[in-house]
């Protein structure tokens, strides 16, 4: 069992999500706004965060950006009509998932679960601690440092890279990423083209010039290794 904030103004869709979450046995709290959202997360801190973009005062995206300054809670964003543009602004203010209202509340419900397994999941195949020149990665820890400084790394951007330094010089496509790393069968493939761009901003020294997450053009991406050790 988790404890899930659900933030959103339109009490009948807190109220319709609330009894889903709890129906799949989550200990579930709700704010209407975003001051009340961030104020609940300082008091008793929540495992997973379900943030519609739409608020009144502190906007879902703010709260998103001040929830990623603190730590690394999942968050699931609600956005509307299915904007593109909506969910990559989403993806790069560092949510994890989006999912489009309208919507389905048992998918979300299922999104949620299967965020928190990704989150909480430390895949016996794969070694604890990742290393890769200054690169560390340590599962355990959920810990990921460059040059013994940690990087402030989403949910979403931990997985990726984890995934990526267990299998250096392999390449995968973006639908190849999409169900291995998140375990998406169908998804929109703008998702990881985002977090490439964000992990890059954070891994490499030049991000428009990479030399570790590369892309293959025509397939996708690959990790090219740089100094490959486990412990």
Known sequence: MARVLVVDDDHTVREVVVSYLRAHEHEVVEAADGETALRTMRE??????VLDLMLPGIDGLEVCRR??????????????????????????????????KPFSPRELALRVDSVLRRTGDLTQAVPEVLTDG???VDSAR???????????????EFDLL??????????FSRDDLLQQVW?????DRSTVTVHVRRLR????????????????????YRWEAQEMSTG
């Open 44 to 49: 008793a801190p929540a495992d997973l965060v």
């Open 67 to 100: 929830l990623r300054e603190t730590g690394a809670v999942p968050i699931i964003m609600l956005t509307a009509l299915g904007a593109e543009t909506d969910r990559v602004v989403g993806l790069e203010h560092g949510a994890d998932d989006y999912v489009t």
């Open 134 to 136: 200054d690169l560390v």
């Open 142 to 156: 959920h810990l990921a440092t460059r040059g013994g400084a940690e990087l402030a790394l989403t949910a979403r």
């Open 162 to 171: 984890r995934f990526l330094l267990a299998h250096p010089g392999t390449a």
């Open 183 to 187: 375990g998406w069968s169908i998804g």
């Open 201 to 220: 901003e954070k891994i490499e020294r030049d991000p428009t010039r990479p030399e570790r997450l590369l892309t293959v053009w025509g397939v996708g």
